[in-house]
């Protein structure tokens, strides 16, 4: 069989051009049940942050979990081929391709998504390469149920955010998504399917939880769910000064009494469409009320966003008292408040909209160069200091997230590493590109964040890239730092060949002889 496959390795441009025999003669090689797919390589060498462009040998469509050791199998026993697994090609630098590897469509599989019961809890078991707006439309539609903790963004795959960590508001206080799973199936980089969990298989478990899909597969997850509510009252807070805004922000994420999603955010203090005022009302008709700004106001705005849940039953005097109590404790600025009551699915999904208007406007195909980070909250106020107001005053074409999590909700046996302390916030640049399709404006916001992670290098800060890209092994050591040697020993433990997702660039293939 092995034979067979490296027949098919292109040496030549015109080798790369594969006829429905040589289709047939590998999808034969690997008894697959699925299929392979020649014509659509160029998909899978791009991803959503469109700056790399790596072509596979071939895109594999599997039909279930077999179909996926298989190929994992049989790149193993080849000398030189790799595997990467593709949810819904989210990733930002070239994390899930496979140059002249074989990358696997997950979303081709079978998707099953059912709610089960188990010792008094509910569990969604969730395909891998089900997106996670499905499994939201599926429990709450169905069932009245939802999972804990989300991304803000549910267009991206179970196993896709489970291999990284998974944030969103509700964070603080459940934890990432990664805290929220209690068994997951995985094809390790050997070809063995194995179910893991707390209890079974327990290293492989709590290796490919945030493992950036270096030690296996996720082929299916079972995820904790509570009941869903029926509304939100979503609200957004305006602060002029970041030491009010980190300390409101913080004690909402610690005080036991507060509301059920907390996010916050950079804005530019200007009335720019995109990165100032007018980013922040929740609806057209509101309007942002510059004339309440105090004369100290700088070149950057602070937003803290929260949201309550409640039932369509519940007397909206009751409501309104809650927030009330909660909002009285909090020092934002007087007229500057915007809320509304949107549906829980109209919340959750609500960069949805997003989206569709970036598709629209041709702007969701162009390159997003964003950067994720951690960092620490003795470093946080240095960091606003040198980083928003000094190199992001004028904006970044998109939003600038700045919001605390909570180091107690993280399992600290995951592979996701964090900063030291128990508070860290999340800081998340998520550029869109106006002047798309134009080089420069991409060169000019890569190197912007590359000058961003200088300065906290140089400035000793303690911070942790999120989704995080290196090209050399000095930057992952760094990465990982004590936890270096533990992702090393289970590397070789799960992925001894170095087979799986070749486009993290941490490991070299071996070579088999």
């Not at 299916?220 to 009010?244: C, G, H, K, N, T």
């Not at 509301?259 to 100032?276: A, I, K, L, R």
């Given at each position: 069989?092995i ?9 030549t ?6 006829d ?8 034969k090689?690997l008894e ?9 390589v160029s998909?899978a ?9 790596l072509?596979?040998l071939?895109?594999?469509l599997p039909s279930?979990?077999?179909?996926v ?8 026993r ?28 997950m979303r081709?599989?079978?998707i ?5 019961s188990c010792?008094g ?5 969730v395909?891998?390469g089900?997106?996670?707006?499905d499994v939201?439309?599926?429990c709450?539609l ?7 903790s ?19 508001g509700?964070a603080?206080?459940?934890?990432p998504?990664?805290?929220?799973v209690t ?7 050997k ?5 893991c969990?707390?209890t ?5 478990f ?8 270096q030690f ?5 997850a ?10 939100v ?10 030491d009010s805004?980190?300390r ?6 610690t005080l036991p009494?507060?509301?059920d999603?907390?996010e916050?955010?950079v ?7 995109v990165?100032g005022w007018p ?6 008709e509101q309007?942002?009320g ?5 004369r100290?106001a ?6 803290i966003e ?12 009751t409501v309104?008292t809650?927030?009330?109590r ?9 007229g500057?408040?915007f809320?509304v009551?949107?549906?829980?699915l ?7 909209r ?10 969701w ?7 994720n980070m951690?960092?620490s909250?003795r ?8 980083v928003?107001k000094k ?11 700045v ?5 107690s909700?993280?399992d ?11 508070i860290f916030?999340l800081?998340?640049?998520l550029r869109?590109?106006?002047e ?11 190197a912007q964040n590359?000058?961003?992670k200088?300065c906290?290098?140089?400035?000793e800060f303690d ?5 995080p890209?290196?090209?050399?092994e000095?930057?992952?050591k760094?990465?990982?730092g004590n936890?270096?040697?533990?992702f090393?020993?289970?590397k070789a433990?799960?992925d ?7 486009g993290?660039?941490i490991?070299?293939r071996?070579?088999q002889?």
């Amino acid at each position: 069989m092995i034979a067979c496959l490296e027949r098919f390795l292109p040496e030549t441009e015109a080798e790369t051009r594969a006829d429905d025999d040589v289709v047939s003669g590998l999808c034969k090689a690997l008894e697959l049940t699925g299929s392979i797919d020649y014509g659509s390589v160029s998909v899978a060498g791009k991803d959503f942050g469109g700056m790399y462009s790596l072509k596979p040998l071939a895109f594999i469509l599997p039909s279930a979990v077999d179909d996926v050791a298989r190929v994992v199998n049989a790149a193993f026993r080849s000398p030189n081929l790799t595997v990467a697994a593709r949810g819904n090609g989210h990733a930002i630098n070239g994390q899930a391709m496979a140059d002249r590897g074989l990358v696997i469509d997950m979303r081709a599989m079978e998707i099953r998504i059912e709610v089960v019961s188990c010792n008094g809890s509910a569990y969604v078991d969730v395909s891998g390469g089900a997106l996670w707006e499905d499994v939201l439309n599926r429990c709450v539609l169905g069932f009245g149920l939802a999972p804990r903790s989300w991304t803000d963004y549910l267009g991206l795959t179970v196993g896709g955010t489970l291999s990284n960590a998974g944030i969103s508001g509700q964070a603080f206080r459940y934890g990432p998504q990664t805290s929220n799973v209690t068994e997951m199936e995985v094809v390790t980089g050997k070809g063995e399917t194995l179910v893991c969990s707390e209890t079974q298989n327990s290293e492989l478990f709590f290796a490919a939880l945030g493992g950036l899909g270096q030690f296996g597969i996720i082929t299916r997850a079972r995820v904790l769910l509570q009941p869903a509510p029926d509304m939100v009252r979503w609200i957004r807070l305006v602060y002029a000064e970041f030491d009010s805004f980190a300390r409101d922000a913080e004690s909402l994420v610690t005080l036991p009494d507060s509301f059920d999603y907390v996010e916050g955010s950079v804005f530019v203090n200007s009335s720019d469409p995109v990165n100032g005022w007018p980013s922040v009302p929740l609806t057209p008709e509101q309007r942002f009320g510059s004339e309440r700004l105090p004369r100290t106001a700088g070149a950057v705005l602070y937003c803290i966003e929260v949201a309550l849940h409640y039932k369509s039953s519940d007397d909206a005097s009751t409501v309104d008292t809650a927030v009330s109590r909660m909002l009285r404790r909090l020092g934002f600025i007087e007229g500057l408040e915007f809320h509304v009551d949107v549906s829980y699915l109209e919340f959750i999904l609500r960069v949805k909209r997003v989206e569709e208007h970036a598709r629209a406007n041709g702007i969701w195909d162009a390159p997003h160069p964003w950067l994720n980070m951690f960092v620490s909250k003795r470093d946080i106020a240095d960091f606003d200091r040198t980083v928003f107001k000094k190199i992001l005053k004028d904006g970044i074409g998109g939003p600038m997230l700045v919001y605390p999590l909570l180091r107690s909700k993280w399992d600290d046996r995951t592979s996701v590493v964090i900063p030291e302390g128990e508070i860290f916030y999340l800081v998340a640049l998520l550029r869109f590109d106006p002047e798309y399709p134009k080089a420069s404006a991409v060169e000019k916001m890569v190197a912007q964040n590359q000058e961003i992670k200088q300065c906290c290098i140089k400035n000793e800060f303690d911070f942790k890239l999120y989704l995080p890209h290196y090209q050399s092994e000095e930057g992952w050591k760094r990465h990982f730092g004590n936890r270096w040697k533990r992702f090393v020993e289970r590397k070789a433990r799960f992925d001894p060949m170095a087979i799986l997702a070749p486009g993290q660039r941490i490991f070299s293939r071996t070579r088999q002889l």
